[in-house]
């Protein structure tokens, strides 16, 4: 195991466009299971890439341990890559491609047998082992591919969107699967992914990229509750965060014919440019009232217990506003009819407030 380290790395790939790395600074600590998440052309994979050594760092360094490994090959990182295809040799059993790596490297038979029995075990895979990969499901093969990783015992496991090939419900059983696994093995993992709900779920801490610059890294808890600007504010969470932008007034900030609640001392500095401020709720803080934000339903979906309601901010005369659409989250037999004009207000203490020319957040 070893931590890694991140040291203003950038990969640019045309001299005059845009890093797809820039200057990234991050630090993982031994043992770890770091999330790299954001939205596709962000450097996600190109960061885990650069620390793989499958792309070169023009400027910056990438430490993995107290070695510099800014310019050594692959082969001698150690450390293990799993992949979004699962790259599995369809000729060779299980357990010659969990043991392949091994006997590539010179390691004994009665060794790469032990290895392959004990990564086996761990990942329920002990009766597969004589089967090629045609005869396993999808979720089968992706344990193969991760047990070709532990086999190898490296200082550092790399996942590059490993469950994007598997459906809905074995995304969800095979991710908590690879959580419990890391924490049982504790070695450092960097793992990416696009899904946020994914990055929040599985990770210690998650790293939010955008346009290549790192936005924020922080425990999930932390990222959803003091979200340090308007794009992780929006990008985290599923719904994501309601963000409006009103005029800063005596109270708080006018969205429609309503007044939000924001302290004088945010306002002022949130307002000191052109007296407008953003400010951002999240669905499950509106309740449905007599007061407060006019909304206009236009789409109610159901999820049993709950129910996410729709819409979009109308002016004091039910007029639609150029405005983002909210999400309510509400009891399902609560839930108002499409094409009903509502009211919602939120609590005090549950206003995000950013300031909109930098999209910072304000506290």
Known sequence: MATVSFAAATRRYTATGRPAVDALDLDIADGEFLVLVGPSGCGKSTSLRMLAGLEEVDSGSVLIGDRD??????????????????????????????????????????????????????LDLTDHLERRPKALSGGQRQR????????????????????????????????????????????????????????????????????????????????????????????????AMNLVTGDAVEGGVR???????????????????????????????LVLGDEGLPVVVTLVEQLGSDAYVHGRLAGSDDSPLHVDDVVLRTASREAPAVGS???????????????PTTGTRVD
Request: a neutral charge; hydrophobic letters at 45%.
């Open 69 to 122: 490994v800014t310019d050594s090959p692959p082969k001698d990182r150690d450390i293990a890559m799993v992949f979004q295809n699962y790259a599995l040799y369809p000729h060779m059993t299980v357990a010659e491609n969990m043991g392949f790596a091994l006997k590539l490297a010179g390691v004994g038979k009665a060794e790469i047998g032990t290895r392959v029995r004990e990564a086996a075990g761990i």
């Open 255 to 285: 969205v429609g014919d309503a007044v939000l609640p924001v302290p004088r001392t945010q306002l002022d500095r949130a307002a000191a440019g052109n007296g407008q401020v953003t400010v951002g709720f999240r669905p499950e803080s």
């Open 144 to 239: 193969v591919a991760m047990g070709r990783a532990i086999v190898r015992s490296p200082q550092v496991f790399l996942m590059d969107e490993p469950l994007s090939n598997l459906d809905a419900k074995l995304r969800v059983q095979t991710r908590t699967q690879i959580a419990a696994l890391q924490k049982r093995l504790g070695t450092t993992t960097v793992y990416v992914t696009h899904d946020q709900v994914e990055a929040m779920t599985m990770g210690d801490r998650v790293a939010v990229l955008k346009d290549g610059v790192l936005q924020q890294c922080a425990p999930p808890g932390d990222l959803y509750d003091r979200p340090v600007n308007v794009f992780v504010a929006g990008f985290i969470g599923s719904p």
């Open 341 to 355: 004009t509502v009211r919602v207000l939120t609590r005090p203490d549950a206003v995000h407030v950013f300031d």
